[in-house]
């Protein structure tokens, strides 16, 4: 079986054999998703089955952690109720999760940026606390930014115009000198873009996609102050939060201009009609520039 074969039948048919008192809900597909596939079933559940993620690792990280952190988030989160295995039918693992209602900020919009700055501050509050030993460690997220210079270089030669060249250079290169983390690794999220929150009227209304869960730097999280918010409310969100002194703004700072350059590479991509590519996404990512670029 291929990545591209999954059908509402296949669903449909996992369930039967897996959780057949499930079955008979109704499916329907929900647009979007890379690694991972999200089918609709019934009203309170959704169905995440892996798709191009090459291991199960982030599906099963959920399926531990996400028990553990769902009841002290003031957001709602998806949590997992039931699993599926790797089987003759489909030989990659899937989950039945509980469903969080809104629409993903990548097709919405925030226009109460007040409130939204003020939830998800509030929302980080609580899931920055230091976490157990045992907790996931990246790869790729939560780590200092020395380790993303790459990646960051490679979004950079790719989207970045060269009126704003010199200013996303500056911000990344203050952001990478800022000190390091010096407090315990934390729960981070880590990947807080808009396709992975949703909105209902007008504000945050819900944190989707916890693959990339892990111990480590908050300000992987805190740099949606400027990817997920409209501009004029980094600061709001900021002194809500309460917790980030000088170094750790930087950071948070320099990690939005990455993420930033990566929604206008997969906009990008979108464009050129390029495998995973998001038009929508480019420009998501250059207001998000835009508000990098001009401060709190």
Known sequence: MTDTEITADVVRDLLQDQHPDLAELPIREVPGGWGNQMWRLGDELAVRVQ?????PEFQLRERRWLPVLAPRLPLPVPTP????????????HWTVMTWVPGEPLDHGSISRGSHAARALAGFLRALHVEAPAEAPIGPGFGTHLKTCTDSFDHFFDAVVPGAVADEVRAAWDDAVAAPEWQGP???????LHPANVVVTDGTLAGIVDFGALCAGDP???LASGWVL?????AASF????????EAAIR????????????????GQNGDRGLPGGKPHWGPAGRAALDRVLSGM
């Open 219 to 221: 300000a992987w999280d």
């Open 251 to 266: 950071r948070a700072r320099g990690l939005a201009a990455m993420k930033s350059l990566f929604l206008m590479l997969m």
């Open 238 to 245: 900021f002194d809500t939060y309460a917790h980030a002194d």
């Open 51 to 55: 798709r191009m993620d090459p291991t």
């Open 229 to 233: 918010l409209p501009a004029g409310t």
């Open 81 to 92: 109720v039931r699993f599926g295995e790797p089987s003759e039918r489909y030989p990659k």
């Open 185 to 191: 690794p934390v729960w981070v999220h880590g990947d």
